[in-house]
């Protein structure tokens, strides 16, 4: 349990450092054009468009580490709210302790897909990106 929180922590760090990055250079480098003579700021435009995809990275990779935060809680919560028994297992689940395991499987999941969508916020960021340095080219 540890080993995957460790990793999905890490993960998450990779998604931030990769669409924060990724924001900086594209930033950059259209201050670099937009300080140019020969570029006019129309064609510089469709560059800072693709901005808006590692923006949409970063707030998933936000929202993922919020999550990340929140389903050990739900999890630990979980395992504080049960009752003693004199069976085995010696212990059993209590009604809002099936709750809380029930919020954090659903929060666990909803943070994957989130994290997921936030690394295909990074692909399709790269994808426009390239289409219109290309037609920068042009």
């Not at 930033?27 to 003579?37: C, P, Y």
């Not at 808006?52 to 936000?62: K, T």
């Not at 690394?119 to 920068?136: D, H, R």
Request: aromatic share 10%; charged share 10%; proline share 3%.
């Amino acid at each position: 349990n540890q080993a995957a929180q460790t990793n999905g922590a890490a993960a998450i760090r990779i998604l931030l450092a990769l669409n924060g990055g990724s924001l900086v250079a594209l930033l950059a480098f259209v201050a670099g054009l937009a300080a140019r003579a020969n570029v006019s700021l129309e064609a510089v435009l469709p560059v800072t468009m693709t901005l808006r995809w590692f923006v949409g990275g970063v707030v998933a990779a936000g929202i993922a580490a919020t999550g990340a935060y929140v389903v050990p809680y739900c999890y630990a919560a979980n395992a504080t709210l049960v009752t003693k028994t004199w069976e085995h297992p010696f212990v059993a689940q209590t009604p809002i302790g099936k709750r809380w395991q029930r919020v954090g499987a659903a929060v666990h999941k909803i943070t994957f897909v989130v994290s997921l969508i936030g690394f295909g916020f990074f692909i399709w960021g790269m994808v426009t990106v390239q289409q219109a340095i290309m037609n920068l080219a042009k």
